[in-house]
């Protein structure tokens, strides 16, 4: 069974619990009459309450039928999307040129650097030292406070 006969399936379902939600309305509409007339008011609660709660059965039945039919649906969208971006991915790869590349050029940099990791790391630390030296300077300007310092407006 493909996808759009078993959606064509679970329609026709909705359409008959939807049909039987119907009769189910007209039936509590007559006991509902019949309450209202006063003809023995305990057998027509009674039936009242059967068909309310047939009716939350039929209910809670079409919106399980509704989500699967949505999720189908979905199903069936999300695939002629993607045969759809397939083709056009396919055309695309056949308009274009082949090209002749060297996948490694981007280690090429990597390889051709001299310093070693050893020197990298000694020359990281030292900028992290001038760097904190500087901000120690920076904190300690006489004792002043920061909003103190005649450069604090700079653009």
Excluded at 1 to 18: N, V, Y
Excluded at 47 to 71: C, P, S, T, V, W
Excluded at 90 to 112: C, T
Aim: hydrophobic share 30%; proline share 4%.
């Amino acid at each position: 069974m493909t996808d759009e006969e078993a959606l064509d399936h679970l329609q026709d379902q909705a359409r008959t619990l939807e049909k039987e939600v119907k009769d189910n309305d007209y039936h509590i509409e007559r006991w509902t009459h019949a309450l209202a007339k006063a003809e023995d008011p305990s057998h027509a609660i009674s039936g009242l309450h059967d068909y309310h709660n047939r009716q939350y059965g039929l209910m809670f039945e079409l919106g399980k039928l509704e989500a699967k039919i949505e999720d189908l649906q979905n199903r069936i969208r999300e695939q002629s999307d993607h045969e759809q971006e397939l083709s056009l991915a396919q055309d695309f790869v056949a308009g274009q040129p082949i090209p002749q590349e060297d996948y490694l050029d981007w280690l090429r940099p990597a390889l051709d650097a001299s310093d070693t990791p050893q020197e990298q790391d000694q020359a990281e630390r030292d900028l992290q030292h001038e760097d904190e030296e500087r901000m120690l300077k920076e904190m300690h300007r006489e004792d002043q406070e920061p909003e103190d310092y005649l450069d604090w407006w700079k653009k």
